[in-house]
């Protein structure tokens, strides 16, 4: 995962359109296309030398097969890649929450809440035992919309925790700003 949390700054935001909370969640991807390539190299290299070996044995029509083994491993590596350009962009405000979600091919769907009456729900006890069902949901009116599924366990309770103490912080009442008030003097007069 990768997850770029922004929590609140310490003075509240007044301005409804001020952001409160900004996560961006990415899926996480362990090879990195430097290891990629590594990696592609050292199959190419093993099905050479493996073709090689066939071929000399007489028993040729087995490199087909691995070229299509060569071609099998980097299009599932090419389609795991491409999955893990998803994004998904909490971005809370004193007004909504906004969900963004972008899919790798562009599609884009934003999800909008009013966060006075949003519940995160994470059963941390599930999460706690390991258990595989304790997804990440937002719900609110009759919408819920499952968010981070690409993460781990503790990934999504550290983004329900971090969601839910800025949520309680925009659900602190307001307090009202201190009045100015012009005093006049008493002998002023206006000519």
């Not at 199959?43 to 070229?67: H, K, N």
């Not at 781990?152 to 949520?167: I, Y």
Request: glycine letters at 8%; hydrophobic letters at 45%; aromatic letters at 10%.
């Amino acid at each position: 995962m990768t997850a770029i949390c922004k929590p609140a700054t310490v003075t509240e935001a007044i301005d409804a359109g001020q952001p409160i909370f900004d996560a961006e969640l990415r899926p996480h991807r362990s090879l990195s296309p430097r290891g990629f390539l590594l990696l592609m190299l050292a199959v190419c290299g093993i099905s050479f030398a493996g073709g090689l070996a066939f071929y000399l044995a007489g028993a040729w029509p087995v490199i087909g097969f691995l070229g299509a083994d060569l071609l099998l491993i980097y299009l599932a590596f090419k389609i795991n890649y491409r999955s893990g350009r998803l994004v998904e962009r909490l971005y809370l405000t004193r007004d909504r929450l906004t969900v963004r979600r972008v899919w790798p091919g562009g599609r884009s769907r934003a999800w909008e809440f009013q966060p006075y009456w949003l519940q995160v729900v994470f059963d941390e006890e599930a999460a706690a035992q390991e258990r595989f069902d304790c997804p990440l949901i937002l719900r609110s009116h009759g919408k819920s919309l499952m968010v981070g599924s690409f993460l781990t366990r503790q990934e999504r309770g550290e983004v329900a925790s971090a969601l839910r103490a800025a949520l309680a912080r925009v659900r602190q009442p307001c307090r009202p700003a201190t009045k100015v008030q012009s005093v006049r003097p008493s002998t002023s007069r206006i000519e």
